[in-house]
Nanobody, 123 residues
């Protein structure tokens, strides 16, 4: 069974940067689509970014130009580089995997989830 573990969250000042990592273990597949979602207090889980097996990427409008998703299939890892962070980016960030090759942007389309990592941006 595949497990996803996020790391790299923390507290950062507005304008700063963080790099999140998602490590996959178990019976992984290079054909998975991987994604990042986030959930702020009192809000639903929202799509942030995704990367497909052939390195196609897709971003939420709110993070375009600031966040970059990347994958390292050899290490079964995925990263989310977050720059120019603002307090509105404060949330728990979740790594997710979709056992299909195409990009998806909704929670229900992903099959596996990590436990999440907290990102807090102070003003």
């Amino acid at each position: 069974q595949v497990q996803l573990v996020e790391s790299g969250g923390g507290l950062v000042q507005a304008g700063g940067s963080l790099r999140l990592t998602c490590a996959a273990s178990g019976r992984t597949s290079s054909s998975y689509t991987m994604g990042w979602f986030r959930q702020a207090p009192g809000k639903g889980r929202e799509f942030v970014a995704a990367i497909s097996w052939n390195r196609m990427t897709h971003y939420a409008d709110s993070v375009k130009g600031r966040f970059t998703i990347s994958g390292d299939s050899a290490k079964n890892m995925m990263h989310l580089q977050m720059n120019s962070l603002s307090p509105e980016d404060t949330a728990v960030y979740y790594c997710a995997a979709r056992v299909k090759w195409d990009i998806a942007t909704t929670v229900s389309e992903y099959d596996l989830w990590g436990q999440g990592t907290q990102v807090t941006v102070s003003s």
